[in-house]
């Protein structure tokens, strides 16, 4: 049945469950990543990551769209965007060499309490004395996961935080972009930026793929974060953020899953307890953004 003939409960629904399937993609995208971190640089599985986006888009959307795909009104946003995207994948890639992917995916989840701050803070945007609480509770739960001065060594304990806050900065570039640009646009120039920029350093870090094994596991890499990419932007144009953004926490439990699964690791009591605030304060955020029919900018890993 087309998504013209079904009901606005089942499209809710197809939303939804294309929605939880991306985020189970992201989850093994990160666990993927932190178990080749062991014998690669990062910056090698973040340009096949990209590679494989950029080709794979261009292959599907080209034949469909053809040169309308690549009409863009701001081309240096375009290439800002892309930039800061970039920046993120390479924090975020280096962040899980480091810490648990389970606790590192709750720190991602602070991303759109980050935006409420940041819009506060540049474009003057008022934010209600709940939603100061709910940021400062955000980063409280933040604090507890990675525990600057414990278990994540040094400035190691930043990354995460860093790339949260470029992130934030993206999602706002983005959610002004959108009102001028088609999503596929920007998704096809998303990709090519990241290759082109990747491309231009992987000399300084290549090293040889040490067997096939590893090279599947680059290449699953690539392949989990097309389709989750392709899933969020299916999922949105279906269903209402404020209805999917409280399901992007499933995340977090598919990234622990992987993790115990994989790594053998279980979160410790200070963990979970940090891991619950940031959800319990996302998801409320989300509620109150939805009540008052502001838009929600959902997390993308």
């Known amino acids: 049945m087309s998504d013209a003939l079904q009901s606005p409960g089942t499209r809710a629904l197809t939303g939804i469950a294309f929605l939880v399937t991306a985020t189970a993609c992201f989850a093994v995208l990160d666990t993927t990543v932190k178990y080749v971190g062991a014998f690669i640089p990062v910056l090698v599985a973040v340009w096949f990551r990209y590679m494989f986006q950029a080709v794979l888009v261009s292959a599907v959307m080209l034949p469909l769209r053809g040169r309308s795909l690549l009409r863009t009104a701001h081309p240096r946003f375009q290439l800002l965007r892309g930039g800061l995207l970039l920046l993120v994948s390479v924090l975020s890639f280096l962040s899980v060499q480091y810490m648990p992917v389970g606790e590192f995916t709750a720190i991602v989840m602070i991303s759109p309490l980050v935006v409420t701050l940041l819009a506060a803070l540049f474009l003057h945007e008022r934010v209600t004395p709940m939603r100061w609480v709910l940021v400062i509770g955000g980063f409280a739960g933040a604090l507890m996961v990675v525990q600057p001065g414990g278990g994540v060594v040094g400035w190691a304990s930043l990354l995460p935080l860093v790339m949260v806050m470029l992130y934030a900065a993206f999602q706002i570039l983005t959610s002004r972009m959108a009102r001028t640009e088609d999503p596929m646009t920007m998704h096809f120039y998303t990709g090519w930026v990241g290759a082109a920029l990747s491309t231009a350093i992987l000399p300084l870090v290549w090293q040889a793929i040490p067997d096939a094994r590893t090279f599947g596991l ?50 410790g009591p200070l963990e979970l307890a940090g891991i619950g605030l940031i959800v319990l304060c996302g998801a409320t955020a989300s509620v109150l953004a939805s009540r008052a029919k502001q838009p929600v900018e959902p997390p993308e890993p």
């Open 218 to 267: 680059l290449c699953l890499v690539g392949l989990m974060g097309s389709i989750g990419h392709f899933l969020l932007i299916l999922a949105f144009a279906r269903t209402p953020a404020a209805t999917l953004t409280p399901f992007l926490y499933a995340q977090i439990g598919f990234a622990m899953l992987c993790g115990w699964v994989v790594f053998g690791h279980v979160p």
